[in-house]
């Protein structure tokens, strides 16, 4: 019999947020969004039970199946970040647009329109309700971004929780200008800074940094505890199993699945 934990779900106002939610007239942005898939709003505890709080950009094909953000290859590399800090659980991860993007340059100017925005602010409130967060790392520009909106408004002012920024997961594009070592050597710096504002880490152990690559251990699997019911094992310790599928001109609907 499988008995691997599962995530019960949002409780509280995270439960109301999932309810009550920006729709594709919000989400305008023209095909700039993949909206046909849905919001996908979280990955962690939604619960008020999170120490660390993770800002990623927007969720991809491989969150448009497992419905939790941050669970392919931004998400393995994200797992193992956080659980360097020592964070096996007490996390809480969103994105700035709970949609995906399909073009960034048609998505990207709707980061602060008021009802994203809006939207947006009530998930970091609630986020920061319960005064357990200690941390807090933004991945990239538009989580940077959405940050910084955040911090103008009263809520946000009221915050004392540490934050950092890193570059974004996924930052180290073939042929461009971010290389492996560049994306690791940010996250050690961001690492470092991080690190003496942990005080309830799920397990204590010493910063161990990266080296020029991302060692196996340092992409793990996506605990199933994060993951709704009945999620299989290669879901959470595969990366690239879901991308744009065939035929052009639908890419923005379509995504392929091939189980490895
Ligand atoms: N997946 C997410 O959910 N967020 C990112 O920023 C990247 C991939």
């Keep these: 019999m499988n008995t691997d934990p599962f995530d019960t779900g949002p409780t509280g106002k995270f439960r109301t947020l999932c309810q009550k939610y920006p729709d594709d007239t919000v989400y305008r942005g023209a095909d700039g ?5 849905g919001p ?8 008020g ?21 941050l669970s392919g ?20 991860m969103i994105n700035a647009f709970v ?28 986020a920061f309700a319960k005064g357990k967060i200690e941390a807090v790392v933004t991945f990239g520009n538009a989580a940077f971004n959405a940050w910084t909106a955040f911090k103008a408004t009263p809520a946000g002012q ?6 950092q920024k890193a570059l974004h997961p996924t930052a180290d594009k073939p042929g ?12 050690n710096v961001a690492l470092n800074k991080l690190r003496p504002h942990i005080q309830n880490p799920d397990v204590s152990k010493p910063l161990v940094p990266y080296g020029n690559d991302f060692t196996a251990a340092e992409l793990p699997a996506i605990p ?7 999620l299989q094992p290669w879901m959470r310790n595969t990366d690239f199993w879901a991308g744009m599928s065939d035929p052009p001109g639908t890419e923005r609907a379509n995504i392929s699945i091939v189980v490895p």
């Design 73 to 92: 290859q931004a998400g393995r590399r994200v797992q193992g970040f956080v659980e360097k800090l020592g964070y096996t659980r007490s996390y809480l």
């Design 40 to 47: 996908i709003f979280y990955r962690g505890r939604a619960n």
């Design 224 to 230: 199933s505890r994060d993951f709704p019911m009945g």
């Design 33 to 37: 969004f993949r909206s046909l898939w």
């Design 158 to 163: 009221a915050v004392t929780a540490f934050h």
């Design 99 to 126: 949609y995906g993007i399909f073009n960034q340059n048609m998505a990207m100017p709707h980061l602060n329109d008021p009802e994203i925005q809006a939207y947006r602010h009530q998930w970091l409130e609630a």
């Design 176 to 187: 461009g200008p971010i290389t492996r070592k560049d994306l690791l050597d940010n996250w």
């Design 49 to 69: 039970s999170a120490r660390l709080l993770v800002i990623g950009q927007d969720p991809a094909q491989t969150e448009a199946f497992t419905r939790r953000i």
